[in-house]
């Protein structure tokens, strides 16, 4: 085994400005993240920045990239470790909620934001977001498929329409919990998710 290549200082400089930046953007949203406000926020001189990323363009671009990994590592890949069918789709709701509770991002979900904020944007943020976006709902859509093939769901079970309601419920509970705080909501949320998936509430 290849032992792991330690990261340059440019390397650990990027990764810095890129969680700055998504966090930044979750609240202030990717058009409001320019070069300016993000030094500012770093304490760097704009021209440190643009020695990483040359435009606005691609500041965002590489934002996308960078919440799509962490968007991967704590949502997508517990879901994917979990037993095929409804044990997926529960785990992947979980990761999601306690991705929130996490406050990972402090204006919570940071696809959920930039999904309304960049749909009338076209451009090549636009379809980045749009791409991230469409690929976890085929995924959740997957997971139900095999849950019907097992014989968790009823063979009626429309995969599309399952995974627009739990999206929505998930959606409903980053809202509520970025306006108003209220960690309660999170465990609503769980409640809802099984009783959607008719597994019983612990």
């Excluded at 890949?77 to 037993?83: K, Q, T």
């Excluded at 076209?122 to 093939?149: I, M």
């Amino acid at each position: 085994m290849n032992p792991r290549r330690p990261r340059s200082d440019g390397e650990r400089t990027r990764a810095a400005i890129l969680q700055s930046a998504m966090r930044l953007s979750t609240v202030d949203g990717l058009e409001g993240l320019t070069i300016g406000n993000l030094a500012k926020s770093l304490g760097m001189s704009k021209g440190g920045l643009y020695a990483h990323f040359g435009s606005k363009e691609e500041l965002q671009l590489a934002t996308v990239e960078a919440a799509g990994a962490v968007f991967v590592a704590e949502v997508i890949e517990p879901a994917l470790r979990a037993d095929p069918g409804v044990p997926q789709l529960l785990a992947f709701c979980d990761a999601y909620v306690d991705h929130l509770e996490r406050l990972t991002f402090p204006g919570g979900c940071f696809f959920a934001g930039a999904a309304l904020e960049m749909g009338t944007h076209r451009g090549p943020v636009q379809e980045k977001v749009a791409e991230f976006h469409s690929g976890f709902v085929a995924l959740v859509r997957e997971f139900v498929r095999t849950a019907v093939a097992l014989g968790q769901l009823p063979d009626d079970e429309d995969p599309a329409g399952l995974a627009l309601e739990l999206h929505g419920t998930l959606l409903a509970v980053d809202t509520s919990f970025v306006m108003y705080g209220d960690s309660s909501v999170l465990d609503l949320g769980r409640t809802v998710v099984r009783r959607r998936l008719g597994v019983k509430a612990t």
